[in-house]
């Protein structure tokens, strides 16, 4: 039996981008896992969450109990299971699966099925001036991609004039798919997305285009828009993902291992797609490599995940991790090694915040 013997954490900031790394060591000599929490500027509190709270939970445990181990963590009494929590729970739950991996020497998306190896990410564009919009996508269309999301909400009523000024600048064969990031109310929705489809923008779905807690207004959008609606502050547990699957409140579920607390509770969202016959997206917030490899892993080993929302890694200047799937541009190729494949950091590369 190999069981765990200590966690600990390192603060890095590639790019700005703080991040907290979580290496979980095994009583098995130069056997430990690495995953990753992020969120914004708290990784301190989330760091604090991981050596406070998790680690005494775990030390001794067997590493392959992996399902009783992220009920212990989730089910912790001091907490209400927020983003912070959740982000702790994802690092933790990452360096458990590549532990997991290495063990039994199989790569991590081969053990949860190995649908495929490669997988295709949309680009961000930020929400701006369109003129400004409209740079940026053909930037990233010269940069070979050829699905773009576009951000839009901020004063909603440039959002037609921002959908537009992209589709003239990309031509009609790039996909566009918009995230409204919870800006809109259900009326405002369904007439800002009718406005883009009567201009003939051919929007391929919305993200996220009324706030997380209403339901209802996600469900009207949906049965009354033109345009398929993607979910995604609304989910963050599969409780979540179901009662949206039940209701027909959305199209697509949107999956992200930082929301949902890592591989093992999203394996449940991707579980209920398939039992639903809802399609997936896979996403990231800002995030590096680290932990953006292992929803490659997830995707790569699930097709109900058919969208691909990956494109942290590419957003940073600089790759700051050793090993883990290649991400060239639009094409992500998942690694083989055993585990997650990440073999640690590139020296001379990564600032390490004070802890
Ligand atoms: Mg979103």
């Known amino acids: 039996m190999v069981t765990i013997r200590d966690i600990k954490t390192i603060c890095t900031a590639p790019e700005g981008i703080n991040l907290l790394v979580v290496k979980v060591e095994t009583s098995e000599p130069g056997l430990y896992g690495l995953g990753c929490g992020t969120f914004a500027y708290r990784h301190l509190a989330v760091k604090l969450v991981v050596e406070e709270y998790l680690r005494p939970l775990l030390i001794g445990r067997d590493v392959s109990d992996i399902n009783d181990i992220w009920q ?10 927020g983003p912070i929590e959740n982000n702790a729970i994802s690092g933790v739950d990452m360096a458990l699966w590549d532990l997991l991996g290495q063990k039994y020497s199989a790569p991590v998306y081969r053990m949860l099925g190995g649908a495929r190896s490669n997988i295709v990410t949309d680009i961000t564009i930020s929400v701006n001036p369109p003129e400004e919009m409209a740079r ?36 009609k064969d790039v996909k566009l798919r918009i995230d409204a990031n919870q800006a809109w109310n259900a009326k405002q929705a369904v007439r800002i997305l009718d406005q883009m489809q009567e201009k003939g923008l051919d929007i391929e779905f919305v993200e996220q ?61 991707a579980s209920a797609a398939e039992g639903y016959g809802v399609e997936g997206m896979i996403g990231c917030m800002l995030e590096a490599k680290i932990s953006v490899n292992a929803a490659v892993e997830l995707a790569c080993a699930k097709k109900i ?30 690694s083989d ?3 997650m494949g990440i073999q640690g950091f590139v020296p001379g590369k990564v600032t390490h915040l004070d802890d």
């Open 337 to 339: 090694a055993p585990g």
């Open 136 to 171: 940026d996508a053909r930037t990233a269309i010269q940069r070979g991609y050829d699905c773009l999301k576009v951000k839009v909400g901020i004063d909603p009523e440039l959002d037609v004039a921002r959908l537009a000024a992209v589709r003239e600048a990309v031509g």
């Open 209 to 269: 285009p009324v706030p997380a807690a209403d339901l209802e207004g996600m469900q009207y959008v949906t049965r009354h828009a033109s345009v398929p609606v993607l979910a995604d502050e609304s989910v963050f547990s599969p409780a979540d993902a179901l009662r949206i699957m039940q209701t027909g409140a959305a199209d697509f579920v949107n999956i992200k291992l930082m929301k949902c607390g890592g591989i093992t509770n999203a394996l449940r969202i």
């Open 305 to 334: 995940i058919t969208k691909v929302d990956l494109d942290g890694p590419v957003l940073c200047s600089e790759d700051h991790i050793l090993g883990g799937a290649v991400f060239d541009e639009k094409n992500i190729t998942v």
């Open 72 to 81: 212990l963590m989730h089910q912790n009494g001091y907490w209400r299971n």
